[in-house]
């Protein structure tokens, strides 16, 4: 029933559902633990919904801003622009953290990192969509306290390198279902400009099991997951050394696209 719940109320504190479903996650019947992972990856994408929301408020502030362009005081307003901006910024992520708070934020990457690699594959499947949620929905960027804040307050970028492992680690064990959510997820995670995939470490191993997946696994969801996901950069950067073989790979999948639908003519025409 929380599961539902959480799904249509945008806007609303989600921190009583959150602790209450934290703890579920660790209950010892699994038969707890497979309802509880379900309605986490659903409070997970109202968080996303309202992180996003609330930065698409805070851009459509700013666009407003930028259209007179004609003022005569356009230049004497710069100053108070990016002062309207930065409280803009603030405004959004106060209103981001008042549905869940960066503690409870990385309270829940940890659950869902803890059931991704450690419990059963149904379990796996629901925590690795979840984390695709999170990764959409966080901000990166920001080091230390929050905005200056007192520096026990756990950033998401403390909290990134274990999600990407968790996440690493579903791409390549698991069944199905929980392979092509954490492609998903890795798209998300592409997707979110703050991770800083060009030049990082972690992006062309990512690169590099997408692939693998592309070319190797039969299953077709799986497949079309991870192409849509080597979709997302945007940047050669950002594929690092495995970019030839990315362009070997996809290119030879596109080929084999074609002879499918192509099959072999000439053989047809018997009496």
Known sequence: AIGSLVAVAPGESLEPSVQ?????????????????????????NTVAVCY?????RSSSSRGRRNLDFSSPAADASDAVNAAADAADAANAADAADAVVSLSTLADLAKACVTAATQEGDKVRANAARALGYLVAA??????GGAGGGPPEVIQPGAWLPEVIQALMSCL?????????????????????????AANSAWSPLVV?????????????????????????????AEFGFAYPDTVNIITNALEGLDLDSHPESGGGGGG
């Open 208 to 236: 590099r099991m997408l692939l693998l997946l592309l070319r190797d696994t039969r299953n077709f969801k799986i497949r079309m997951h991870a192409a849509a996901a080597l979709a997302v950069p945007g940047k050669r």
């Open 52 to 56: 996003s929301n609330a930065a698409r």
């Open 20 to 44: 209450l479903l934290l703890r579920a996650l660790k209950d010892t019947s699994k038969s707890v633990r497979l309802p509880a992972s379900w309605s986490v990856a659903n409070l997970c």
């Open 138 to 143: 966080a901000d990166f960027s920001v080091s």
């Open 172 to 196: 390549t064990t698991g069944n199905s279902k929980v392979q092509w959510n954490a492609c998903h997820a890795m798209g998300a995670l592409f997707r979110n400009p703050t991770t800083a």
